[in-house]
């Protein structure tokens, strides 16, 4: 699952700067929610894991990648409409949504139960966002999709079998 920390820390990143940009603070604030991914990275990639299998792997690869795939459709689907409809301040939310959605075959298809979770936060982070006016609205969208972000990547790690590198115990 080092590939899934990764893809976690990277978004929550850059969910993190949207809500730093969004909002209009100090683009030099984006280093917090940067910073914060890069502690996790390097703590979450210094625990020991369970192998993975080179067919599960394989299986995996092709999972996230359809499924990926279906998301990058979407969120331009999602754009294209929220621009065309007037709606510009909508995309960031709309974009958690479709985020959110995209985890669920993945949480079924891994298996990864954490992942239902995960996408049900982003799914109800975007739409509470959508009731809200901006500043808030973006401000809610990214710091509150960081936040889901970051806490699965958490999760991820902490799950049994895990432990740190160099210390006895199971892998």
């Known amino acids: 699952m080092r590939g899934g920390i990764w893809v976690l820390t990277l978004f ?12 209009g603070m100090a683009p030099l604030l984006v280093a917090v929610p940067v910073a914060i991914s890069l502690v996790l990275l390097f703590w979450a990639t210094r625990q020991v894991r369970a192998p993975i299998s080179e067919e599960m792997q394989a299986r995996i ?9 279906v998301e990058g459709v979407a969120i331009f689907v999602g754009v294209t409409v929220c621009q065309n409809i007037g709606a510009p301040d909508a995309i960031a939310p709309v974009i958690a949504i479709i985020v959110g959605l995209h985890f669920l075959p993945l949480a079924r298809g891994i298996p990864m139960p954490l992942y239902y979770a995960s996408g049900a936060a982003l799914i109800a982070t975007g739409g509470c966002a959508l009731l809200l006016s901006e500043p808030a609205r973006m401000l809610f969208t990214g710091f509150g999709s960081a936040a889901i972000l970051w806490v699965s990547c958490v999760a ?6 895990t432990r ?3 210390q006895p115990g199971r892998a």
């Open 12 to 23: 929550g990143a850059i969910w993190g700067a949207v809500g730093v940009l969004g909002t």
């Open 156 to 161: 991820l790690v902490l799950r049994k079998g």
């Open 164 to 166: 740190p590198i160099g």
């Open 61 to 69: 690869g092709r999972l996230v990648g359809i499924w990926s795939a």
